[in-house]
């Protein structure tokens, strides 16, 4: 029997090392920064890393995003669906005084404000089931590609809970540590979430009138435009244009670069 149990333990032991993430060879760092930086007690960030579990799901999951992996086609067949239009009308009608009171405030539709969160969490109805502190930990401790970036969102995480008293353990997403009804990551959440309905908490995690509002302040602190066109049909002029391509998600160039290389609107 002490075989077996002896056996299991070392078949076992590297899954079991990961299951408490103050034990990694970067929570020392992490820990120090958080402490000195922003004034936590080393207990209680070790005891909540403690609590941290590596997930196998979530490293899967960061590979292969939709959002890279589908054309258009096969992804707009996720969204443009009946019933998330008709969810979507339920919506406008059941918040149309804060969706109105968004819109005449930061400027953006509340057409656009619904159709966000209708494509980030269909209405709230999938927010995520993940533990932000079990997917901040495991990408940023063991993703590599991304550990900076997954890194300071495990920090923004700590300094949010603090801000609005929410409990780190508690907290849910999507496997990259995204919350609430816009998928706020926490940085984001931090900077551009509001109280819309003026009880005191900047609640997007259940409160739909907070993500209303939180998320036409993102669009309006990201410099949208009332009243302008969101894209463009161009005509394009040799092949310069080639150069400009990538495949990168966020703009890479203003229009004079795109007009110097040939592209010119219609």
Not at 127 to 145: E, H, N, Q
Not at 146 to 174: H, N
């Amino acid at each position: 029997m002490n075989y077996l149990v002896f056996t299991f333990a070392l078949l076992f032991a590297p899954i079991l090392a990961f299951a408490d993430y103050s034990q990694h060879e970067n929570a020392q760092s992490f820990i120090d920064m958080m402490v000195k930086e922003h004034g936590f007690s080393e207990s209680d960030i070790r005891s909540a890393l403690t609590e941290a579990s590596r997930k196998e799901s979530i490293l899967k999951a960061i590979s292969r995003p939709a959002e890279k992996t589908l054309n258009w086609a096969k992804y707009s067949k996720i969204f443009l669906t009946e019933s998330r239009i008709k969810q979507g009308r339920e919506f406008l009608e059941e918040y149309a005084e804060p969706l109105k009171r968004a819109e005449d405030e930061f400027g953006v539709p509340k057409e656009i404000i619904t159709a966000i969160i209708g494509v980030e969490t269909k209405y709230g109805r999938n927010k995520g089931s993940y533990r932000v502190i079990d997917a901040l930990a495991t990408l940023g401790f063991d993703y590599p590609p991304r550990s900076k970036f997954f890194s300071s969102e495990l920090k923004e995480m700590f300094l949010l809970a603090r801000e609005q008293s929410f409990k780190v353990t508690d907290l849910k997403g999507s496997y990259a540590g995204a919350m609430g009804y816009g998928q706020f990551i926490s940085s984001s959440y931090r900077h551009y979430a509001v109280d819309f309905d003026g009880d005191g908490v900047v609640d997007i995690l259940n409160n739909p009138i907070d993500a209303i509002g939180s998320v036409a302040n993102y669009f309006k602190r990201h410099k949208w435009k009332s009243d302008q066109p969101v894209a463009k049909q161009v005509s394009l002029n040799g092949v310069d244009y080639e150069g400009l391509l990538h495949d990168k998600l966020k703009p890479k160039y203003v229009m004079k670069d795109l007009r110097d290389a040939g592209y010119s609107a219609d």
